[in-house]
């Protein structure tokens, strides 16, 4: 087997930094990761691990951390990308429907899926929770790029069976193309299956019965959807379930909330909504371009977190509605969401979050978000020099001081400080110039 190596400054995370402070960070300054058969087989000192014959790839003035984790975000939706000036459900009928009913079409799919894919990888992200159309054949397409490119991928068909003309499918024909989906491509390579119903908006009872009972069938599944981004949204979904004592119960009630749910947004809720979240595992995501460009509102990380049931986190770009396809871009705007409402987000545990948490919250922390031995070699590569702005900044800070290195990559940088993507041992992308 081939066996090749990265070298450089190799920075993860064993634990959460906001619990375990700096003891939850590995840093090692002149580090050798080996890559054998895709995964990651030793990690420590260079001096420690340098054999003859090693194929080494040097990262001189550069950070070597694990690949970047997104964990919301629409395929379909990369032309709707800045799109000027409605919110949330206005949004949907002006700009997302009419760019999703081209999925119909198969050359359009594959187009748009490895377009998508290489953006993702030029932005150091390596693991995607992404939304496809209401069509398989979208499906198929990013799944088959996805396979192609040995990367990460959790995917579904959006079932709708109340949407608009040109994007409805029914209750059944949802769960049927949902379950042969999954038989094709659920655990094919590195690609899992989310049960995928948009949201209570556009989904019957029946359906969202269906989506539960595709859970109950396949375990190992996930289940994404939205849920609380927007007032007109909430209040919609409170006329057509009016049974429901909330938003979160009407998908409580379809067994659509477990440890492998991942919910968009969650920017809206009750002290009863966020109270079930917690029991029973669920993950609340938060999107914050996307909640400051669609005008939806800021996500209160502390009230979510800092309780006796803490709901679990993740984070994510949303795109389209949200503006870049990157995940420092992200956390930047994150940090700023949470500096309006008074609360503080550090650099360790923004990165933190961009990796070893959001492979937590999909419960693949033992696969990605990390350097550890046994992992896949998954790998993105910051560059302490990508710019003259950045390089300029980055001399005034010490060397030593990894936090505020980190802090200036993430609120200044962008794709541009991607320097290399490394998914299962294969660079699939380097920057040029």
Not at 45 to 67: C, F, S
Not at 155 to 183: H, N, W
Not at 355 to 375: D, F, K, Q, W, Y
């Amino acid at each position: 087997m081939t066996r090749r190596a990265l070298r450089g400054r190799l920075v993860w995370f064993r634990d959460d930094p906001a619990i375990a402070g700096a003891a939850a960070l590995v840093d090692i300054a002149d580090g050798l990761l080996v890559i054998e058969a895709e995964r990651i087989a030793a990690v420590g000192p260079a001096t420690d691990l340098l054999e003859p014959d090693l194929e080494v790839t040097h990262y001189p003035n550069a950070l070597i951390l694990p690949g970047l984790i997104d964990a919301h975000i629409h395929y379909p939706q990369t032309q709707v990308i800045g799109s000027y000036g409605t919110q949330l459900l206005d949004w949907l009928q002006s700009y997302t429907f009419p760019a999703e009913r081209r999925f119909a079409d198969p050359a359009h799919c594959a187009r748009t899926a490895g377009f998508f894919l290489d953006e993702l990888l030029r932005h150091g992200t390596t693991t995607a929770v992404a939304y496809a159309s209401v069509h398989p054949g979208s499906v198929d397409a990013l799944c088959a790029e996805a396979l192609a490119r040995t990367m990460r991928l959790i995917t579904g068909k959006v079932m709708m069976d109340e949407g608009p003309e040109g994007l409805r499918d029914t209750a059944q024909s949802g769960y049927d193309d949902s379950q042969a989906l999954i038989a094709r491509w659920h655990g094919q390579g590195r690609i899992g299956y989310a049960v995928t119903p948009r949201f209570a908006v556009t989904s019957s009872a029946a359906q969202l019965e269906a989506a539960g009972a595709l859970l109950r069938e396949h375990p190992d599944c996930w289940l994404q959807t939205h849920l609380a981004e927007n007032h007109a949204e909430i209040a919609e979904v409170a006329r057509r379930f009016p049974e429901a004592s909330s938003y979160t119960d009407v998908y409580d009630r379809f067994g659509l909330l477990g440890p492998r749910s991942i919910l968009g947004h969650c920017l809206h809720l009750a002290e009863d909504e966020m109270a079930r979240l917690a029991a029973t595992g669920s993950v609340a995501c938060f999107c914050p371009t996307s909640n400051l460009f669609i005008g939806s509102g800021l996500f209160d990380l502390a009230r979510l977190t800092d309780r006796p049931d803490p709901v679990r986190i993740a984070l994510a770009t949303d795109v389209g509605g949200g503006t870049s396809y990157s995940m420092l871009q992200t956390a930047a705007e994150a940090y700023k969401v949470l500096q309006l409402q008074n609360q503080s987000w550090p650099a360790l545990d923004a990165f933190h979050t961009m990796t070893r948490g959001n492979a937590l919250a999909l419960g693949l922390a033992h696969e990605i978000g990390t350097l550890e031995p046994g992992s896949h070699a998954d790998v993105t590569v910051l560059d302490l020099a990508p710019t003259p702005a950045i390089a300029h900044r980055l001399e005034a800070i010490d060397r030593s001081d990894l936090p505020a290195l980190l802090f200036a990559l993430m609120t200044i940088g962008d794709d541009r400080a991607i320097r290399a993507t490394w998914v299962a041992g294969k660079k699939l992308h380097e920057r040029n110039g």
